[in-house]
């Protein structure tokens, strides 16, 4: 079963991070901190919005991906996870700022809703989904059972 939504989002997830460790890795040479953050507050503040990433995308992945076997609603799905994406990259820009800016804000507060939206709608779908519905195959070898 291909998962268009869940790997469309992956891979561009994948991307903003590699995105994300590029900024690091530039602030570290022209601020001279090798390993750490040296106390410099552009190193931390870089470390910090890539380990926030991290720190997020694991649960929204998993859980679009989830709701996408589940047979979710995939225009939401691609809606949420856009907007979850760019939040993200809002976030990381935002940082840079070395306060709470809005670029900052933003991608706090879709991270978080985005989180509370995806996490509602995977606790719903078991209790009101049609009866009819059937839950996925295991894929499982020729031959082999549970």
Known sequence: MILPITLTIAGAAAL???WLMIRVGQVRTS???????GGNDKVIRRMRAHSNFIE???????????????????TWLWI??????????AHGIGMDDGK????????TLVTMLTLLGLGIYAIAIPY?????????????AEGETL
């Open 31 to 37: 601020e001279k901190v090798s390993v750490g953050d």
């Open 100 to 107: 709470f800016g809005k670029g900052r804000m933003v991608g």
């Open 16 to 18: 903003i991070n590699i």
């Open 56 to 74: 997020s995308a694991p649960f929204v992945l998993a859980l679009i991906g989830l709701i996408e076997l589940a047979m979710g609603s995939p």
């Open 128 to 140: 009101f989904t049609v009866a009819d519905a059937s839950t996925a195959p295991i894929p499982m």
């Open 80 to 89: 949420v996870g856009g907007i979850y994406l760019l939040g993200r990259v």
